[in-house]
């Protein structure tokens, strides 16, 4: 009796421990009868919580029905916990390995406005990508964070996790940038949307302006990108922009933008802002980044290549990437918080070399070659690369791999700037 009394007793502060207050009534009731039950540790009760949570959000069959139903199956109950855990592992692992399908997904309807608040403090905004290591292949990217904080709510974004629902617009960005020395003798490529969408908010604050001119003095070593999942092009095309910045849109399929990437602009309102911004004579980059595993992946993904190739000039684009889904355990920890239907981590889990979870090597490197593959035609006429892959991915992907990061960083730049000039050239 007093066995069963500690046994409760514990299981009260795992329940506190967990998301067992988030869940389902019906996966609470699950939880509690089978806990005491097989006398589940901390860490087998959390897993088998995050699990009910997960499996809610993916809008698959909820765990309790699946219990019931594999009981009625097997016409009896597991007779240890063991076995238990190993029904509910490998039906667990079926869910994760399937191809996943959106169908019958609901769509977000609720839009938590955020507060934009204007700072001004003494808060660094230049620096490394956070990402960059030897460990894999990467551009050795740096990064000017304006804006902290986003306005979309796209469901495998890090920016949820990092900061909170204040967004914070830099109100001495201007000054901020004039303090920043670069090395003349160095190259730098610098990204504006770590931390934020880079044209999302405009010329709020007068980042842009600020940004703009930051550009246009450092002509000579510095490659400036607006990364964006916006449409919100207006300033690009209002005023004269320095030919070393590019504006780069992240692109996925619509059911994807429909599913996770909440309440950015549509793939075809993507598509024709970078059209507009190239028409105008400002060059222009494609990011597949992440590339989502779904049923229908294949024709999604090379159908919008095939639509780059047939929209615009390889003269037009200075570089294309892919990159694949990576998360960090706090990253997954706020999505089964939010509870927002997701498939987003329906999805098998390995370790990257930094210790993040992502996709399996064979399946990134289904996904990457069918991409380059698609775009044959532009091999020599546009820099492809990969984001945050190791070498072997690079080989078996893309048929080749920079020995180093730098050698990497050079090649990209190099690319762009010749681009650059022909075009102030022509």
């Known amino acids: 009796m007093r066995k069963e009394k500690n046994y409760q007793e514990k299981f009260a502060d795992i329940k506190v421990q967990s998301f067992f207050t988030l869940m389902d009534k019906d996966d609470r009731d699950f939880v509690e009868k089978l806990a005491p039950q097989f006398r589940l540790t901390f860490q087998e009760v959390r897993q088998l919580a995050e699990a009910c949570r997960d499996v ?33 592992r490998q039906h667990l692992n079926q869910l994760k390995s399937a191809l996943k399908s959106y169908k019958n997904m609901p769509k977000p309807v609720f839009h938590q406005k955020a507060k934009i608040l204007s700072t001004n403090t003494d808060r660094i905004v230049f620096g490394e990508c956070p990402v960059q290591s030897p460990k894999t292949v ?8 304006a804006v902290e904080g986003c306005i979309f709510g796209c469901s495998y974004c890090t920016i949820q996790t990092f900061y909170n629902e204040q967004i914070r617009v830099e109100a001495n960005l201007e000054d901020k940038l004039k303090k920043i020395i670069l090395d003349p003798k160095k190259i730098y490529h610098i ?41 919100n092009v207006h300033y690009i095309l209002e005023n004269d922009i320095p030919k070393n910045v590019v504006c780069s849109w992240s692109l996925n399929p619509q059911i994807i933008i429909d599913y996770e990437e909440h309440f950015t602009a549509s793939l075809d309102n993507r598509i024709k802002a970078a059209r507009s911004v190239a028409d105008k004579g400002v060059k222009v980059s494609f990011h597949f980044h992440p590339i989502i595993y779904y049923d229908t992946w294949y024709e999604d993904y090379t159908s919008i290549a095939r639509r780059i190739m047939d929209e615009f000039d390889p003269r037009e684009i200075l570089f294309i990437s892919f990159g694949s889904l990576t998360f960090i355990k706090p990253a997954l920890q706020k999505i089964r918080q939010l ?11 390995v370790k990257d ?52 990061n730098s050698l990497l960083e050079k090649a990209l730049f190099d690319s762009a700037q010749k681009k650059i000039r022909e075009d102030s050239g022509r």
């Open 339 to 349: 509870g927002f239907p997701t498939k987003i981590h329906q999805m098998e889990f």
């Open 138 to 145: 990467c551009c050795n990217l740096k990064t000017l964070d």
């Open 191 to 231: 990204g504006t949307g770590q931390s934020s969408d880079s044209l999302a908010f405009g010329n709020r604050n007068g980042i842009l302006d600020a940004l703009c001119a930051f550009a246009a003095s450092h002509s000579a070593n510095v490659l400036l990108e607006f990364k964006t999942k916006s449409d």
């Open 56 to 88: 809610r959000m993916w809008r698959e069959q909820p765990l309790p029905d699946w219990w019931r139903m594999d009981i009625a199956h097997k016409k009896s109950i597991p007779a240890n916990k063991n076995s238990f855990l190993s029904a509910f």
């Open 353 to 404: 070399p930094h210790g993040k979870l992502t996709y399996p090597d064979d399946i990134k490197i289904r996904k990457f070659s069918a991409m380059y593959t698609t775009f044959q035609p532009w091999h020599d006429r546009v820099f492809f690369y990969l984001c945050m892959e190791k070498s072997s991915i690079w080989e078996n992907s893309l048929g080749y791999v920079y020995p180093d």
